[in-house]
């Protein structure tokens, strides 16, 4: 079975949606929190073994309510740790956790060994993605856009636009 994440705008909160078969609400899982449709976040998919691990750093992800810009910030140092993994250590990533102190459940929560704990940091920056770049839905995606009625060139007369 397959896992894409997922990110839902009401609650504002990340899950693992289940996807068996190619179908269309694949692109707008529903929240098994709030019910709401949902969008998924660019990511590879994830296996039953990584399910628990994901809901166990969004949680504490979620308690800590980031900022956009603290959710900015915090994307850079763990890409950064990233690009580094030769020295990738849980000290390194509790230096960049320890300037959010939400953020101090993380660090039980996250793998000693170098392989693990670079799983779990790509799973946190999936997480981060959509609180990240925030476009005011939380989602980090444009919101569709409304249709209104048409705006035709009698009323771009009556306003001024056309000469």
């Known amino acids: 079975m397959k896992y894409f994440p997922a990110f839902c705008d009401s609650c504002t909160r ?6 068996e078969a190619a179908t269309e609400s694949i692109a707008h899982p529903l929240c098994p929190r709030c019910r709401s449709q949902s969008r998924l976040i660019p990511s590879a998919y994830y ?6 691990a994901f809901e166990d ?16 910030l915090l994307v850079s140092l763990l890409e950064r740790a990233l ?3 030769e020295q990738l250590s849980r000290e390194t990533v509790a ?29 946190l920056l999936t997480l981060l993605t959509p609180l990240a770049t925030s476009t005011g839905n939380g989602s980090g995606l444009r919101p569709a856009v409304e249709q209104g009625p048409a705006f035709t060139a009698a009323d771009a007369n009556k306003t001024g636009q056309v000469r």
């Open 83 to 85: 690009r580094e993994q």
């Open 47 to 52: 296996t039953a073994p990584a399910h628990q």
């Open 95 to 123: 230096q960049a956790l320890s300037k959010f102190p939400g953020l101090s459940a993380l660090e039980s929560v996250l793998p000693e060994h170098a392989p693990g704990l670079a799983r779990s940091l790509g799973m």
């Open 14 to 19: 990340s899950f693992l949606s289940v996807v």
């Open 57 to 72: 750093l969004e949680r504490t992800l979620s308690r800590a309510r980031l900022s956009t810009p603290q959710a900015q």
